[in-house]
Each structure stands twice: as C-alpha cells, then as structure tokens.
C-alpha cells in the first residue's frame, strides 16, 4: 500500500521525536508516576513498599518540622523575592545608562552570578565566620560586636538571604531588565519631556508599565527558585565540614526542600518524601496559578489584545 505524503511526513515526524518520547517515559514521565505510588506507600529502600494509603499525608500536617520547614521557606522567598527584583531593577536602570565603560560594569555585576553556589558557600562561611571572619572585623572596627550570624537562631536566615542576594542581585533578572529597558522606545521619553514630565513621571508612567511583563517574569522564576531552596542552605549548615545537622541551629535554616532531602537520603523514608514532593508541586501550581491571575491586574502587554489568564 502506497503511503500519501502527509502520512510519510507525519511519520518521519514521529521517528524524530521517538528518542526524547522514550527519553521523557523512562527518566521523567515514569519516575513521576512511580513516586505518585510510593506517596502512598511506607517504603525505605531495602524493603519493599507497604500500602498505607495516605498515611503519610496525615503525618506531614502532624510533622512539626514540616511547619517550621514551609514557614522557614516562605519567610525567606517573601523577603528575598521582592528585594532581588527591586536590586536587580535598581542595577538595570544604572548599567542601561550611558556611561563610560558600563560594558565592564555590566560584566561585574554579573559575575557574582554565575559563580558556584558552593564556591559562594564557602566564601561567605568566611565572612560570616563568627572569630576570623571579615564581617565581624569591620563591625569591629567601628565598635560593633557582630553576631554569629549562621550559628545564631536570630541571624541565620537573614545570613542566608545575604548570601543569595549576592549572585542573584546583578545575574539573569538584572539582564532581563536590562533587555526590557532597551526595548522601550526613546520616542515615549521624548514626547513625555516636550509635555513637560520629569524624571519620576516618566520612570512611574512610562518606564514601569512598560517594565511589567519584565517583572512579572522575573517575579514567578523567582518566586519558583526561591521557594525550592536548598544547595546554599545545605553547604552552609552542614556541607562544609560543620558537625551539626543540615538546618541548624535548631532547624532555622530547615527549609522544605532540604527537609524532604533529610527525610529522603539521610532517613531513607522515600515514601514519606515523596508526599513532600507532591504536597511541594500543589503549592508551586497554586502559586504560580495565581501569580498569573493577578497578573491581568498590573501587567501591561503592548500588543495583547485577546484574553489573557
């Protein structure tokens, strides 16, 4: 049987595509599945899975350190989230100016960016270092007694806000900025001058609003990222050859992601962290549904017409 062109085509497309179908069923789609199965189940690895329903459900809303986990994360993604994009704005406007050099600048900024967060770990376990560190040195030399910072149940999650603000302030948000700020035409500037608007007008009437698929961008990634923290608050609590256990002290740095981590492959209880997980994901969609809700609020698209979220 003679096969029609379309239907030739369609194959071959088929064929193309094959690998990463099978690549997606065998490394993502059946993986997800799987842990969907043993969210319900008691399973520790070297037994097999034991149906429990959702036994595990139950004892994560009993968990203590669950609470003190999801609220860990959500105290350090609302303080994180809104001051990197306000520094990473701040950044673009200043790099998009006009100034000698602002390629060397740009390059700066960004480096701290693309560093290893384990390479920055390490750097500002140092500088936070409570004795020989640098922070406390300086606060030293104008009198100041600095804190323990990491080892302090008052400074630790600060400490690692600091942190991450370093390599996120001037990395990929600061460039989306940068590339919205270019893209807005010069003319809307220009004819706000001749109508007599100063430099706060047009920054709140021209610059923001056209700014705002920017930020809202900016705003989900971020929020994304900052909710699944984790690397940073592993290597500095106890990655770098620290004797207490990941989340100290006294679980102020746990966050939910190091928690189920904890749970996983310090505790083998893969069943138990599997919930997390899932429990993880409903929050994330929610999150991000309602991001995109409340985008059709304040964020403006030029050329949108039709209906958005």
């Known amino acids: 049987m003679r096969l029609s062109t379309a239907t030739r085509?369609?194959?071959?497309?088929?064929?193309?595509?094959?690998?990463?179908l099978v690549g997606f069923a065998v490394f993502a789609a059946g993986p997800m599945l799987a842990s969907i199965y043993l969210s319900l189940t008691f399973y520790k690895i070297i037994t097999p899975p034991d149906f429990v329903g959702l036994d595990n459900y139950i004892r994560m809303f009993q968990d203590d350190l669950f609470w003190k986990s999801l609220w860990n994360t959500v105290y350090y993604a609302a303080v994180f989230v809104p001051v990197s994009i306000a520094g990473s704005l701040c950044c673009a406007l200043l790099l998009n100016q006009r100034i000698l050099g602002r390629t060397i600048f740009r390059a700066i900024y960004f480096l701290p960016s693309i560093t290893?967060?384990?390479?920055?770990?390490?750097?500002?376990?140092?500088?936070?270092?409570?004795?020989?560190?640098?922070a406390n040195y300086l606060l030293d030399l104008i009198g100041i007694e600095g804190p323990r910072w990491l080892d302090d149940i008052q400074w630790s999650k600060p400490s690692l806000i600091v942190i991450s603000l370093w390599g996120a302030v001037g990395g990929g948000s600061m460039l989306i900025f940068l590339a919205g700020l270019q893209g807005i035409p010069i003319e809307?500037?220009?004819?706000?001058?001749i109508d007599g608007a100063g430099s706060q007008?047009?920054?709140?009437?021209?610059?923001?609003?056209?700014?705002?698929?920017?930020?809202?961008?900016?705003?989900?990634?971020?929020l994304i990222g900052a909710m699944q923290m984790?690397?940073?608050?592993?290597?500095?609590?106890?990655?770098?050859?620290?004797?207490?256990?990941?989340?100290?002290?006294?679980?102020?740095?746990?966050?939910?992601?190091?928690?189920?981590?904890?749970?996983?492959?310090?505790?083998?209880?893969?069943?138990?962290?599997?919930a997390l997980a899932w429990f993880f994901f409903l929050i994330l969609v929610l999150l991000t549904y309602w991001q995109l809700r409340l985008s059709r609020s304040w964020v403006y698209y030029e050329f949108d017409q039709g209906e958005r979220w």
């Not at 085509?9 to 990463?20: Q, V």
């Not at 967060?117 to 640098?134: E, K, R, S, Y």
């Not at 809307?188 to 001058?193: H, Q, V």
């Open 9 to 20: 085509e369609a194959i071959e497309g088929y064929l193309y595509i094959a690998p990463w």
């Open 116 to 134: 290893p967060i384990v390479a920055t770990a390490f750097l500002w376990l140092w500088i936070f270092q409570p004795n020989v560190g640098l």
């Open 188 to 193: 809307l500037y220009e004819s706000a001058e």
């Open 201 to 222: 007008a047009k920054f709140w009437r021209i610059t923001i609003p056209l700014l705002s698929p920017s930020m809202f961008f900016n705003l989900v990634l971020g």
């Open 230 to 274: 984790f690397t940073l608050a592993f290597v500095a609590t106890s990655g770098a050859g620290q004797t207490r256990p990941a989340g100290g002290p006294a679980y102020s740095t746990l966050f939910y992601v190091l928690n189920l981590y904890n749970h996983a492959f310090d505790y083998w209880e893969m069943g138990y962290a599997s």
